[in-house]
């Protein structure tokens, strides 16, 4: 199972921006699926999940109303809009599939058993 991560970059503070998570040998369709960040210094943390159906999401208290979880099953992809952006929001952002199939949408990280590479995101004030 392989999972990347793409669409990082630097980005303005109010801006936005959209993370894609492609996954091989494993069907979003039947797996829920999260992302996490990472800031510099700081410990992972989570971010927001779906899952498998898609249609039940979960999100940090941090990201809430400004980022948004969901997928589409035809690429297999996973997707991440980040919205008002804050320079706090500056970390490295992780997608990662739920190890059961068809598991309820969870924050635990312990679930997760496959990760992407990571894709940055840098926001300036």
């Known amino acids: 199972v392989q999972l990347q991560a793409f669409g990082g970059g630097l980005v303005q503070a109010r801006g936005s921006l959209s993370l894609s998570c492609a996954a091989s040998g494993r069907t979003f369709s039947t797996y829920a699926a999260g992302w996490f960040r990472q800031a510099p210094g700081k410990e992972r943390e989570f971010v927001a999940a779906?899952?498998?159906?898609?249609?039940?999401?979960k999100y940090a208290d941090s990201v809430k109303g400004r980022f948004t979880i969901s997928k589409e099953n035809a690429k297999n992809t996973v997707y991440l809009q980040l919205s008002s952006l804050k320079p706090e929001d500056t970390a490295v952002y992780y997608c990662?599939?739920?190890?059961?199939?068809?598991?309820?949408?969870?924050?635990?990280?312990?679930?997760?058993?496959?990760w992407g590479q990571g894709t940055l995101v840098t926001v300036s004030s």
């Open positions: 990662a599939s739920d190890s059961r199939f068809m598991a309820t949408v969870t924050q635990d990280a312990l679930r997760y058993d496959y």
């Open positions: 779906l899952d498998w159906s898609g249609t039940n999401t």
